[in-house]
């Protein structure tokens, strides 16, 4: 069965260090893979998304991340956080077909120390 | 600026009132999603329409209906709400997923749902 894994329900970081968001999968196809960020109260706002070609992929926000087929995994980094990235993170994946549904991970709450 | 709206933002009920939260979009998309997100839960399917097309996901309760009247409008109705339903409900949208692609889902803001 399809499904997302996101490993940690809460990181803590301090502002300027570094993230990495660990997000696995399991899709016995290509994956479509997509890093959404919900802020409290708030819709999901698309981080990047991932279909084919270069692994590395560029977000909005300073955001990127990397798919490792052999590795099932699309984690989710940025070098330097911001007070502002502080809010919910969700991976997940599309399944083409059926009608583009999205898999979500449990979601990953970012904390930001000043 | 084209964008997915969700109105009203916050709706309150009581329980066992219908209530009807209403989407809309200027992307002109074919597809639209309604996720059902309960507290510190990720978004779940409920059901979407392909153009008028409906496809119901297995475990929705039959208290969730969905009507689609045109591109643009796409109208969450819960007949009978339970305590259990409250959540955020969500709503999506994509452009043709069909065909061994897929494309971005963009989201509304969101309804946040209270039962009485």
């Known amino acids: 069965a399809q499904s997302v894994t996101q490993p940690d329900i809460h990181i803590t970081v301090s502002e300027g260090a570094s993230l990495e968001l660990r997000c696995n999968y399991s899709y016995g196809a290509t994956p479509y893979l997509f890093w959404y960020v919900q802020s409290p109260g708030q819709g999901l706002q698309l981080l990047l998304k991932y279909f084919s070609g270069d692994t590395l992929v560029q977000g909005i926000k300073g955001f990127e991340a990397e798919f490792k087929r052999s590795q099932s995994s699309f984690n989710l980094r940025k070098p330097s956080v911001h007070w502002s990235d502080a809010a919910e993170y969700f991976c997940?994946?599309?399944?083409?077909?059926?009608?583009?549904?999205?898999?979500f991970g449990q979601g990953t709450e970012l904390s930001v120390k000043p | 600026d084209a964008m997915v709206i969700q109105n009203p933002r916050y709706q309150v009920t009581q329980f066992g009132k219908p209530v009807t939260l209403s989407c809309s979009q200027t992307?002109?998309?074919?597809?639209m999603y309604w996720y059902q997100q309960k507290s510190s839960q990720a978004p779940k399917l409920l059901f979407h329409?392909?153009?008028?097309?409906?496809?119901n996901e297995a475990d929705t309760p039959d208290n969730f209906q969905s009507r689609r009247p045109n591109t643009s409008f796409c109208f969450l109705d819960i007949r009978s709400p339970g305590l259990g339903d409250a959540a955020m409900y969500l709503c999506?949208?994509?452009?043709?997923?069909?065909?061994?692609?897929?494309?971005?889902?963009?989201f509304g803001p969101g309804t946040r749902l209270t039962v009485l």
């Open positions: 329409y392909y153009d008028k097309d409906f496809n």
């Open positions: 997940a994946v599309a399944l083409y077909n059926q009608g583009g549904k999205l898999i």
């Open positions: 992307l002109n998309h074919n597809v």
């Open positions: 999506a949208t994509s452009r043709d997923p069909r065909g061994g692609s897929t494309d971005t889902q963009y």
